[in-house]
């Protein structure tokens, strides 16, 4: 057998949280959820093998909507219950979902660095520099 390899997958935060099968507010890597983002430890990372585990021990059929996905909220999952990269060997989310980088560098910049000079010298002040 000739299996070709899933080794990268660039995405943004959303996708990835869409594709690791984990709600939003819940780490696609981690097994940390927005409450725990600002620990001062790293979390257990999210493998595929949680992930597809979490999926087995629900027993509700995925085809009633409403009873799946509140079968899934216990385990913060998003209610996806055949991820693609369930087939693949060796292919874990935790690994092969990249962020886009040129997105979480212009994230980063406006979100924090650019609010910060702007509080800090004021809008005009950098209207009139730039």
Not at 8 to 27: F, H, N, Q
Not at 46 to 69: G, H, K, M, R
Request: hydrophobic share 40%.
């Amino acid at each position: 057998h000739c299996f070709t390899p899933l080794a990268v997958y660039i995405v943004d935060t959303p996708e990835a949280a869409m594709l690791a099968c984990v709600r939003g507010k819940t780490s696609p890597f981690t097994m940390a959820s927005y409450l725990q983002f600002g620990d001062h430890f790293r979390h257990p990372v999210c493998t595929c093998v949680i992930t597809l585990a979490q999926l087995a021990s629900i027993t509700v059929d995925p085809n009633n909507l409403e009873a799946y996905f509140e079968a899934c909220t216990e385990h913060w999952l998003n209610g996806v219950h055949a991820p693609f990269w369930k087939g693949y060997p060796h292919a874990d989310p935790s690994i092969f979902l990249t962020p886009e980088p040129l997105h979480h560098w212009h994230k980063e910049f406006y979100d924090h660095d650019l609010q910060w000079c702007l509080k800090v010298v004021g809008a005009q002040e950098l209207d009139f520099r730039f």
